[in-house]
């Protein structure tokens, strides 16, 4: 079962829209292959001012910080998969 943890720092546009976070796991589950209800999502928005980069101008475009968390470690060919285009 993947768990997404998503910290989007708010931009200077609208707010976010609205089933984001719905849309997000259907296509997370798409990814990860999960069966129905076995793909969560938990989506936070983060602060502006409580983001920094080093030496960044203020127009630089405001990040998303994804954690995949998952049940068991894959192993072997499985790990390679997992991790392949990460590397």
Same mark, same amino acid.
């Given at each position: 079962?993947?768990?997404?943890?998503?910290?989007?720092?708010?931009?200077?546009?609208?707010?976010?829209?609205?089933?984001?976070?719905?849309?997000?796991?259907?296509?997370?589950?798409?990814?990860?292959?999960?069966? $129905?209800?076995?793909?969560?999502?938990?989506?936070?928005?983060?602060?502006?001012?409580?983001?920094?980069?080093?030496?960044?101008?203020?127009?630089?475009?405001? $990040?998303?910080?994804?954690?995949?968390?998952?049940?068991?470690?894959?192993?072997? $060919?499985?790990?390679?998969?997992?991790?392949?285009?990460?590397?």
């Amino acid at each position: 079962m993947p768990i997404l943890e998503i910290d989007v720092v708010r931009g200077p546009g609208p707010a976010r829209a609205a089933g984001l976070a719905q849309r997000l796991a259907d296509a997370a589950g798409v990814v990860f292959a999960s069966p $129905p209800a076995s793909t969560w999502v938990k989506l936070r928005t983060l602060d502006p001012e409580d983001y920094a980069e080093n030496g960044a101008a203020a127009s630089t475009p405001a $990040p998303a910080f994804v954690k995949v968390l998952k049940r068991a470690i894959p192993e072997g $060919p499985a790990m390679a998969e997992a991790v392949g285009d990460a590397i």
